[in-house]
C-alpha cells in the first residue's frame, strides 16, 4: 500500500511521487541509463529530464531496463528554448515521445520563459506552446502540464489565454535560495512547487551550519537537504550518478527536522549563489 506521505496531489487530482530524480548533465549513453537504472533500483519512481539535457533517449531506455511497469513510473520531460509557439511545441513534443520510447507523459513543462530565441515576442511564443499543452493534456499524451522557471509576470502573461493553470513550477529551490516571492505567488494558483538543484550544484556542503546539522541528526548534509526541502512542502529533485548516494537521497522518511532548523536552514541567504534571472538568460 502507497504511503500518502511519499506524493503530493496536483490540481487536477494526479499523484506525484514527492522525489525526483534529477539528470541534469547525466550524458545520453551509459552515464544516463545506470543512473537511471539505479534509481529505479533504488526505489525512484519520478524521473526528471528535458530536451536540453539530449538524455532523453537514455532515460527510456533505463526504464526498460528496470523491468518496472510504465505505469508505476512519473516521466517528465521539459520543452527545448528554441521550439516555443503552437506548431514547433508539438513537433517537438513527438520528438520527445520518440526518444523516450512512450505513449504518453506523465508531466510536460515549458523550461524557461524567456529564452534568447524568444526574446522579442516571449509572452505570443509561450501563449502558443501553452495552447499545444493543453491540447495535448486534452487529448490524454500527457497527465499534467506545468512550467520551469516562470516568475509571477510570466504567469500572468500566460494565464491571460490559458484555460488550464500550470499545474507545476518547477524553480530553483535549496538552503539559501527560497524565492520565497514566487512560490507564494504559485501556492495561490494551487501550484505544485519543484526544487531543482536541492542540493546547491554540491556548494551546500561546504556550509559549516549544514554540517553541525549533519552531526546532530546524524544524517548525510544530502539528506539534511532533501528533508528540509520536503518539510518546506517543495517537490526536491537530487541528482546523483553514484548508487549508495542515490539510495541515500531517498532514505529521509524517517526522521524529521525540528522547525528551528528547518528555518536556520531557510535563513542561510545566498550560502550556494542566486538563480538566474530568465529575463536575461543568453541560451
Not at 548533465?25 to 533500483?41: L, P
Not at 527510456?60 to 517528465?76: C, H, M, N, P, Q
Not at 523516450?100 to 507523459?105: E, F, G, K, R, V
Not at 529564452?115 to 509561450?126: C, G, L
Request: glycine share 6%; net charge negative; proline share 5%.
Amino acid at each position: 500500500m502507497k504511503n500518502p506521505t511519499n506524493f503530493y496531489t496536483l490540481s487536477n487530482g494526479v499523484e506525484i511521487p514527492s522525489i525526483g530524480f534529477g539528470t541534469w548533465q547525466a550524458h545520453n549513453g551509459e552515464v544516463a541509463i545506470s543512473s537511471v537504472v539505479s534509481a529505479i533500483e533504488a526505489g525512484y519512481r519520478h524521473i526528471d529530464t528535458a530536451q536540453l539535457y539530449r538524455n532523453e533517449e537514455s532515460v527510456g531506455i533505463a526504464v526498460k531496463k528496470s523491468g518496472v511497469d510504465r505505469k508505476e513510473l512519473f516521466i517528465t520531460s521539459k520543452l527545448e528554448n528554441n521550439e516555443h509557439g503552437y506548431e514547433k511545441t508539438l513537433a517537438a513534443f513527438e520528438g520527445t515521445m520518440k526518444k523516450l520510447d512512450m505513449d504518453y507523459l506523465d508531466l510536460f513543462l515549458i523550461h524557461w520563459p524567456n529564452p534568447i530565441a524568444s526574446r522579442d515576442q516571449w509572452q505570443e511564443d509561450n501563449a502558443g506552446t501553452w495552447k499545444a499543452f493543453e491540447e495535448l493534456y486534452r487529448a490524454k499524451r500527457i497527465r499534467a502540464i506545468g512550467i520551469s522557471n516562470f516568475h509571477p509576470h510570466h504567469i500572468e502573461e500566460l494565464l491571460k489565454t490559458a484555460t488550464i493553470v500550470p499545474m507545476v513550477n518547477q524553480i530553483r529551490l535549496c538552503p539559501g535560495e527560497t524565492q520565497d516571492e514566487i512560490v507564494d505567488y504559485c501556492r495561490s494558483k494551487n501550484m505544485l512547487l519543484e526544487a531543482y538543484s536541492p542540493l546547491g550544484v554540491g556548494k551546500i556542503f561546504e556550509v559549516p551550519e549544514m554540517q553541525e546539522l549533519s552531526k546532530k541528526y546524524n544524517r548525510s548534509i544530502a539528506q539534511i537537504c532533501i528533508r528540509w526541502s520536503l518539510q518546506r512542502g517543495y517537490l526536491p529533485l537530487p541528482k546523483s550518478v553514484t548508487p549508495e548516494r542515490i539510495k541515500e537521497n531517498l532514505d529521509v522518511f524517517d526522521f524529521n527536522l525540528e522547525d528551528a532548523d528547518v528555518q536556520l536552514i531557510s535563513n542561510l541567504k545566498g550560502c550556494v549563489g542566486y538563480s538566474a534571472n530568465p529575463d536575461t538568460i543568453t541560451f
